[in-house]
C-alpha cells in the first residue's frame, strides 16, 4: 500500500533504514508500513530546504502559481486514489473523505492564486529626495506538523500556503495516516517544484520534531495538534525564536435560540456533530438549547441519530466509521460514564456496538441533563458525543458560551439579524457560524483565538505568516 513512497528528501523517495506499522481503525489490523525516519535522514531533508530556498525564491510568484495549479491538476487526477487512502487510514465514509481531497485541492488553487498578489507598497519619506519601500520575502524554511484527524486537508493548509510564499517545507504528518500526505507529496513531485522545496519525515518526536525545532535555519513551524503540544512548542520555539502559528483544541458552543429554525438546526447539526465520528476541532461540543425548544430538539437529535449506519468507511452506506484507535475509544467510554455517574441522561447510544466485532467503534451518543462542571462538557471530548443542555436568556446562553479557555469556533441558530449580530459580537472565538457550521473554506481564515490557538490558514490572511516584511529607505 505504501511500496512507491516513503520518506520523501530532496526530490526523491527513500524506503529509509527503519520502518513502522500503520493500523486500520475499522480492522485492527496493519494496513502496511512506511519508513520511520533517523535523526540524520530528517537532518538531510532541512538541508535539502535549505539548498532548496534560493532556487524556490528565484521563481518568482508567478512560477510558483503555475507549480501549485499543476500540483492541483495532478491531485483532481488522483482523487479516487486519495479518498481511498483516506477512508482506509482513518475510517472515515467515503464521500467526506472526497470531499476533504476536494478541499485540499482548493487549497493550492487559491494559494497559486495568492503567490501572484504578494504586495509591496510605497511609503513617502520626510528626507528629501527620499522614499520608503516596503516589500515581502519568504520567511524560510518552515516545519509543519499536522494532526491525523484531517490528513490531507490539514497539510494541504500548511503546504500551500508556505510553498506560494516561497518557502521549502519539511511536512511531518501524523504517524498513524501517513498515506495521504504521501499521495499529496507525489503530486508536488509531479508539478516541478525545485529538488528539496517539499520533503517529507515520518517518525517519533525524538527524530523528527527535535531536529525541526533545533535546526537555527527554520525561521517558521506550523502545527494542527493539541493545546498541549502547542504549548510545548511555544516554550522549544522561543530557543530559535522562530514564528510560530498553531490551531489548537475546541470546545465550541452551539446556541440554538428560542426562535430558531428547529428543523434546520436539527438537519445541520446532526450530521455535522458525528461527521468523521465526532473527531473534529470544530464540532459542536457543547449544545445550549432554549427551554421552549429542548424537549422537541432533544427528540429530534435523536431519531436522526438513531439513522446514522455505523462501518467501515469504504461502504458507501456508512454513515459514520470508528475512532481512530484503541486509547481514544477508551476515553470516549470513560466520558460517557463519568457524566452518566454525574447525573446526565443517555439519551441515546452509549457503548461499543454489538455487531460490530472488531474495529474502534462506538455508537454516536446524546447525552441530556448535562451540567457546565461534567468533563464531556468541560473539556473537549474529541469523540461522537453530543452533549446537550438548557437555557433560560440570551444572556446565560453567552455567559455559558464563553466559560472555556478554548476558543477556535462558535455556533448560534436563530431567525433574528439583531441577535445574529450580537451573538457574533459577544462570543469569544475565532469564527462564529450562524445558521452554518461551513467555516472551512481556502478563502475564508480558519483559526483560533486564547488556547486554540494562533495565526490563520486560509484567506488573504493565510500566507501572512510565511512572509517577512523589509522596510528600505531609499535616498537619490
Known amino acids: 500500500m505504501y511500496s512507491q513512497f516513503g520518506l520523501f528528501i530532496d526530490g526523491s523517495w527513500t524506503p529509509g533504514a527503519v520502518t513502522a506499522e500503520v493500523i486500520s481503525p475499522v480492522t485492527e489490523k496493519p494496513l502496511g508500513t512506511v519508513p520511520a525516519a533517523t535523526a540524520d535522514e530528517t537532518r538531510a531533508a532541512l538541508d535539502a530546504a535549505a539548498r532548496a530556498l534560493p532556487k524556490l525564491r528565484a521563481l518568482g510568484g508567478f512560477a510558483r502559481a503555475e507549480a501549485l495549479h499543476k500540483a492541483a491538476d495532478e491531485m483532481i487526477r488522483r482523487t479516487d486514489e486519495a479518498a481511498r487512502m483516506i477512508a482506509l487510514e482513518t475510517g472515515k465514509p ?3 473523505a472526497g470531499r476533504e481531497w476536494g478541499l485540499a485541492c482548493d487549497q493550492f488553487r487559491w494559494f497559486a492564486e495568492e503567490a501572484r498578489r504578494i504586495y509591496g507598497r510605497i511609503v513617502d519619506s520626510r528626507v528629501p529626495g527620499g522614499r520608503f519601500e516596503v516589500t515581502r520575502e519568504p520567511v524560510g524554511i518552515v516545519g509543519a506538523f499536522t494532526a491525523w484527524n484531517f490528513p490531507a486537508a490539514l497539510p494541504a493548509r500548511k503546504l500551500a500556503p ?13 504517524s498513524q495516516t501517513p498515506g495521504v ?4 507529496v507525489d503530486c508536488l513531485r509531479a508539478a516541478g517544484l525545485p529538488d528539496g522545496a517539499v520533503n517529507l519525515v515520518v517518525g517519533s518526536t525524538g527524530n523528527t520534531y527535535a531536529p525541526i525545532m533545533a535546526d537555527t535555519r527554520v525561521r517558521k513551524v506550523s502545527l494542527t495538534g493539541s ?13 530559535t525564536v522562530k514564528k510560530v502559528s498553531m490551531e489548537l483544541g475546541g470546545n465550541a458552543p452551539l446556541i440554538v435560540y428560542d426562535d430558531a429554525d428547529l428543523e434546520n438546526a436539527l438537519d445541520l447539526t446532526v450530521p455535522t456533530k458525528f461527521a468523521n465520528c465526532g473527531q473534529v476541532c470544530v464540532t459542536p461540543d457543547r449544545i445550549f438549547v432554549h427551554d421552549s425548544l429542548h424537549d422537541a430538539f432533544v427528540e429530534g437529535f435523536v431519531a436522526r441519530t438513531a439513522k446514522i449506519r455505523l462501518g467501515d468507511g469504504l461502504d458507501p452506506d456508512t454513515g459514520m466509521g470508528p475512532l481512530i484507535n484503541g486509547g481514544r475509544l477508551e476515553e470516549i467510554e470513560s466520558i460517557v460514564q463519568d457524566a452518566i455517574r454525574a447525573g446526565a441522561t443517555l439519551a441515546h447510544g452509549g457503548k461499543r456496538p454489538a455487531h460490530l466485532n472488531s474495529g474502534y467503534f462506538f455508537e ?7 451540567t457546565d462542571d461534567m468533563k464531556v462538557f468541560a473539556e473537549e471530548n474529541f469523540g461522537p458525543i453530543a452533549a446537550i443542555t438548557r437555557f433560560s436568556s440570551e444572556e446565560e446562553a453567552l455567559t455559558r458560551a464563553n466559560a472555556s479557555d478554548m476558543g477556535l469556533s462558535a455556533y448560534a441558530f436563530t431567525r433574528s439579524p439583531d441577535r445574529a449580530r450580537r451573538t457574533v459580537a459577544a462570543l469569544k472565538s475565532g469564527m462564529v457560524g450562524i445558521n452554518s457550521f461551513a467555516l472551512a473554506a481556502s478563502e475564508a481564515p480558519f483559526g483560533g483565538t486564547n488556547h486554540s490557538g494562533m495565526g ?5 490572511e493565510g500566507i501572512e505568516d510565511y512572509l517577512d516584511t523589509k522596510l528600505a529607505q531609499i535616498v537619490f
Open 94 to 96: 467515503i464521500a467526506q
Open 162 to 174: 508556505a510553498l506560494a510564499a516561497g518557502c521549502p517545507v519539511v511536512l511531518r504528518p501524523s
Open 181 to 184: 500526505a504521501m499521495v499529496m
Open 227 to 239: 493545546t498541549r503540544v502547542g504549548q510545548q512548542m511555544i516554550r522549544d520555539a522561543a530557543d
Open 364 to 370: 454516536p451518543t446524546v447525552l441530556t441533563d448535562v
Open 456 to 460: 490563520r490558514e486560509g484567506g488573504i
